[in-house]
């Protein structure tokens, strides 16, 4: 059967016209699907009765299971684990900023400031970071465009009727190693007749698959572009992130300096500081003169450590620290606002929890 999630405006047209229905219905379908969040063809009332039978004998909606969820004691982080067709799962975090400190937040959506998803593009990693539960775990597959976009829909769904504010593509997997896939999703989600999120509200984040990053500058719509970078060196970074031995820091500088020319747009670095690893003052000083001149932010991230990693997040003097050489070199530097790490939001961690419960 055919899941509707997976086919993009034009996929969608040619499917009603090929059923001799007129092409609005693909527009009344759409708004269905992205903006009314149905999940069952009956409750699409607009539509006539033979069509939305038709519909359901030949199409589906893709709407994954929550295998299994979990929020923040202050209510402001809602991990999901969510099960496929073919039973592999992925994970999907909702974070929500508040106001104030305090907010009621779940309960009250439009209390609060920003209405994040970070959404996974891979079933598992195939990078194979040792400090992030992902990687640890291995890949299986991509996901499919309908697949990342049932993500958003499955906490748009959560909020309603407050929207979604933001969407990070931050979660499992390395988006840019299916760029097309990753990209089908970014342009249902950016579209004003589906969700209709601003592209500048829109961030995907890479481990430095170059190729990617050199299609997404020529890309019109203006998604902000992360990299997650971790070391200052191609050494440390080798080990710490090993698509650095396919695309080392050199090449991968220069590809985000011609990406910056080109768009003007400010890249994001993230940099996870890890304990009496990439944490010492003379490493931020060698990634202060890395990125020395270029339109760009720095991200600084205090491990969420996991259980089969030997890493451990850096001390709050240290982390500290490490931002104020940056900020002193002139590095627009920030630490992340950390959500959810008493329920393992770390990208990975819920389903390494569920896997390790389901294999005793």
């Not at 009621?104 to 609060?112: F, M, T, Y």
């Not at 990693?125 to 990687?135: D, R, S």
């Not at 500048?200 to 020529?218: L, W």
Request: charged content about 25%; glycine content about 6%; proline content about 7%.
């Amino acid at each position: 059967m055919i899941d509707l999630l997976n086919l993009n405006k034009i996929q969608l047209r040619d499917l009603f016209e090929s059923w001799g229905e007129p092409a609005y219905r693909a527009a009344q379908v759409e708004r269905w699907l992205y903006r009314e969040l149905a999940t069952a063809f009956e409750a699409m009332t607009n539509l006539p009765r033979d069509l939305r039978a038709r519909l359901t004998e030949s199409a589906r909606i893709g709407v994954p299971r929550a295998m299994a969820a979990t929020a923040s004691a202050d209510g402001l982080t809602r991990k999901a684990l969510l099960q496929l067709d073919d039973g592999q799962t992925i994970e999907t975090v909702l974070m929500l900023y508040a106001d104030a400190p305090g907010s009621p937040a779940l309960e009250e959506p439009r209390q609060v400031k920003r209405r994040t998803v970070c959404i996974s593009t891979q079933v598992g990693c195939p990078i194979g970071c040792p400090f992030c539960a992902t990687g640890q775990a291995g890949y299986t597959r991509n996901l499919t465009p309908g697949e990342i976009v049932a993500q958003v829909l499955h906490f748009a769904r959560a909020v309603s009727p407050a929207p979604l504010t933001n969407v990070v593509i931050m979660g499992m997997g390395e988006p840019f190693m299916k760029f097309d896939v990753t990209w089908q999703a970014i342009a249902s989600l950016a579209d004003p007749e589906r969700s209709g999120m601003g592209a500048r509200r829109i961030t995907v984040s890479t481990s430095g698959e170059i190729p990617g990053i050199e299609r997404m500058a020529r890309e019109p719509l203006q998604v902000n572009l992360a990299v997650s970078l971790h070391a200052p060196d191609d050494a440390l970074r080798d080990a710490l992130v090993p698509l650095n031995r396919k695309y080392p820091l050199r090449d991968l500088m220069r590809a985000v300096g011609a990406y910056v020319e080109q768009t003007r747009r400010r890249v994001t670095f993230e940099y996870a500081l890890m304990d009496d690893v990439n944490d010492k003052p003379e490493q931020a000083r060698a990634l202060a003169w890395l990125l020395r001149g270029l339109l760009c932010h720095v991200n600084l991230i205090p491990l969420n450590p996991t259980a089969a990693s030997p890493y451990r997040r850096s001390p709050d003097a240290r982390v500290k620290q490490f931002e104020k050489i940056l900020r002193d070199a002139n590095i627009p530097t920030t630490r992340r606002v950390e959500k959810g790490i008493e329920i393992a939001a770390g990208c990975g961690q819920l389903r390494q929890k569920e896997s390790v419960g389901e294999s005793k």
